[in-house]
């Protein structure tokens, strides 16, 4: 079976949600054009990571063209996504490895995301191998999501991925952990349960 690549070249939209209640959401990355919708799963630190050096990636480009590159300082607030995931979320793959490039010819950010694989090797130096032998497999390798964003979508996307991160649970103010709806046993507490 030949590998499955879901490419998006300036999607209509792609965007960071999540489905569920906090404390238990399942985060996803989903990409639109037309008609067509990919949904892939990750994890939440995924998110965070992938939206932070997508920053700081677009930070270095401003930098290193004087400003004169197409990609603004902060997301602009009148281009700002807030509608929840498409619907139905159907999840085409769990997300493993993600990549990001800047494409300097065409102006455009380069975000992959390659399916969790699991992999068996008698060594760290057999996994590391037989791992970069199937990322490089472009006929038989894991499912990949391809998304092209120009530098605006792309400072969009970022912003609105932080926002969803950080829109969890609210931390305690003592111990920095999240706090459930029925509260948490607080360690700073000794022990004793402490309400939302």
């Given at each position: 079976?030949?590998?499955?690549?879901?490419?998006?070249?300036?999607?209509?939209?792609?965007?960071?949600?999540?489905?569920?209640?906090?404390?238990?959401?399942?985060?996803?990355?989903?990409?639109?054009?037309?008609?067509?919708?990919?949904?892939?799963?990750?994890?939440?630190?995924?998110?965070?990571?992938?939206?932070?050096?997508?920053?700081?990636?677009?930070d270095?480009?401003?930098?290193?063209?004087?400003?004169?590159?197409?990609?603004?300082?902060?997301?602009?607030?009148?281009?700002?996504?807030?509608?929840p995931l498409?619907?139905?979320?159907?999840?085409?793959?769990?997300?493993?490895?993600?990549?990001?490039?800047?494409?300097?010819?065409?102006?455009?950010?380069?975000?992959?995301?390659?399916?969790?694989?699991?992999?068996?090797?008698?060594?760290?130096?057999?996994?590391?191998?037989?791992?970069?032998?199937?990322?490089?497999?472009?006929?038989?390798?894991p499912?990949?999501?391809?998304?092209?964003?120009?530098?605006?979508?792309?400072?969009?996307?970022?912003?609105?991925?932080?926002?969803?991160?950080?829109?969890g649970?609210?931390?305690?103010?003592?111990?920095?952990?999240?706090?459930?709806?029925?509260?948490?046993?607080?360690?700073?507490?000794?022990?004793?349960?402490?309400?939302?």
């Open positions: 079976m030949s590998r499955q690549v879901f490419l998006y070249d300036q999607p209509e939209r792609f965007v960071a949600g999540t489905v569920g209640l906090p404390g238990r959401r399942t985060f996803f990355l989903q990409a639109s054009a037309g008609s067509r919708v990919t949904s892939v799963a990750l994890e939440k630190t995924q998110v965070a990571a992938l939206a932070e050096r997508m920053d700081e990636l677009l270095e480009v401003v930098r290193r063209s004087g400003g004169s590159a197409a990609v603004p300082a902060v997301a602009p607030a009148e281009i700002a996504d807030t509608a498409d619907a139905p979320v159907e999840e085409e793959f769990r997300v493993g490895t993600m990549a990001l490039a800047w494409d300097g010819e065409e102006e455009c950010m380069i975000v992959e995301a390659q399916a969790l694989v699991e992999l068996d090797a008698e060594s760290e130096e057999d996994l590391a191998e037989a791992e970069e032998r199937l990322l490089q497999d472009e006929e038989n390798g499912p990949m999501l391809r998304v092209r964003l120009t530098g605006l979508q792309a400072r969009a996307f970022a912003k609105r991925a932080l926002e969803v991160v950080n829109a649970r609210p931390p305690c103010p003592l111990c920095s952990l999240p706090l459930d709806p029925e509260g948490h046993v607080c360690p700073r507490q000794n022990g004793y349960r402490r309400g939302a």
